[in-house]
């Protein structure tokens, strides 16, 4: 079984910085492409920024140039550094990877639990 597990999550003044940690634990083969979400009240879950095993990376346009996402394959986590954090930005953040596990051909997607993320002043 593959759990992934979020951390860094907070409360934090607009302007400020932030930076979470999805870590991948289990029988993993390979994990593969990973991601972050996030899911404010009332609204759908969103793609904020995903990352290749390659790591190639993509991010919601509302994040560019604010947020960067990274991972470090030996550790099989994956971060969000998030800074100039905005109001809109609020929301529960969530880490998906897709992981091949326990062997290379049995692949599935996986969701951490979630890690709330607050910006007010």
């Known amino acids: 079984q593959v759990q992934l597990v979020e951390s860094g999550g907070g409360s934090v003044q607009p302007g400020g910085s932030l930076r979470l940690s999805c870590a991948a634990s289990g029988t993993i083969f390979s994990i593969n492409a990973m991601g972050w979400y996030r899911q404010a009240p009332g609204k759908q879950r969103e793609l904020v920024a995903g990352?290749?095993?390659?790591?190639?990376?993509n991010y919601a346009d509302s994040v560019k140039g604010r947020f960067t996402i990274s991972r470090d394959n030996a550790k099989n986590t994956a971060y969000l550094q998030m800074n100039n954090l905005k109001p809109e930005d609020t929301a529960v953040y969530y880490c998906k990877a897709d992981v091949s596990a326990p062997r290379w051909y049995e692949r599935n997607d996986y969701w951490g639990q979630g890690t709330q993320v607050t910006v007010s002043s």
């Open positions: 990352i290749t095993s390659g790591g190639s990376t």
